[in-house]
């Protein structure tokens, strides 16, 4: 039964991970077509249906174009970028590419998460990044031709949502700290392990001699196994979260 729970909880928190952070920040573009403010992006429906008061729409002649969010709180560790694009405008986005940075330059400097290839892409796109950023950047230099037009480089987009946490946060809704034994408290979203590695820090160390002669009585015992020395120097490091290492070391 307790299985059950952990298995059920264990999923929950997986599905439920996921964190737009739209709300904690700003969005601007290279320019405005009429009413289609950068903002309209971030707010629902979440749909690809165009119309000029629920997406952003850059203005013909910015070269390039960007669309950009900037986090208000600081750095992000972002996971992934969901972005409906205006629909049957699949050549409009081509050649698009979508940057995590840390300053608003232009071109953008910093971690490119995505390049489209070729073909047209798909108006709907989950880009996965997982990288620590201050910005989010939707940029294109690729113009179009459109019934014998051409245009330049234009962005629409109707509904974007940028998943992750606040640096240094994890869980559903990140509320959860990341263990200050990890590197730079740097964690995974989803479980809250570290991504940079833990500091191994030995707690004291009169604790230690105690623990020590435990270990030596139960050895004297015959009272220990592989497994039980591992989880020994684990709870010296102050570490049980690894404890699937000692798992592993038993069987
Ligand atoms: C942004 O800055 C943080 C902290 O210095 C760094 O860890 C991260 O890699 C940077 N992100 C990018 C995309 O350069
Ligand atoms: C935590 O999640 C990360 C990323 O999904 C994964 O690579 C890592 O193995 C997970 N750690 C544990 C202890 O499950």
Not at 22 to 37: D, K, M, V
Not at 223 to 241: I, K, N, P, Q
């Amino acid at each position: 039964m307790l299985l059950v729970i952990l298995i059920f909880t264990t999923y929950q928190l997986t599905v439920t991970a996921q964190h737009n952070l739209t709300p904690y920040g700003t969005a601007t573009q290279s320019s405005n077509f009429e009413e289609s403010l950068p903002q309209n992006a971030i707010e629902p429906p979440i749909s690809n249906t165009f119309s000029k008061t629920l997406c952003s729409h850059t203005d013909r002649g910015s070269e390039p174009a960007w669309w950009m969010f900037h986090f208000s709180f600081g750095l992000a560790y972002i996971t992934d970028i969901n972005i409906y694009y205006r629909e049957n405008f699949a050549v409009r986005m081509d050649g698009f590419k979508v940057y995590v940075t840390n300053t608003s330059t232009i071109p953008p400097n910093g971690h490119l998460c995505h390049e489209d290839g070729p073909g047209l892409p798909i108006t709907t796109q989950t880009i996965p990044c997982n990288q620590l950023g201050q910005y989010v950047i939707y940029y294109d230099t690729k113009g179009s031709v459109q019934d014998g037009k051409s245009f330049g480089p234009i962005i629409e987009l109707c509904y974007v949502a940028i998943n992750g946490c606040p640096k240094g946060t994890w869980g559903r809704n990140c509320i959860k700290k990341c263990p200050s034994k990890c590197i730079n408290q740097h964690c995974h979203l989803k479980n809250g392990s570290c991504v940079w590695g833990r500091h191994r820090q030995l707690i004291k160390p009169l604790m230690v001699r105690f623990l020590q002669v435990i270990l030596r009585v139960s050895q004297i015992t015959k009272h220990t196994s592989a497994a039980s020395v591992c989880y020994f120097y684990l709870f010296l490091y102050d570490d049980l979260s690894d404890e699937r290492e000692c798992k592993n070391s038993s069987s």
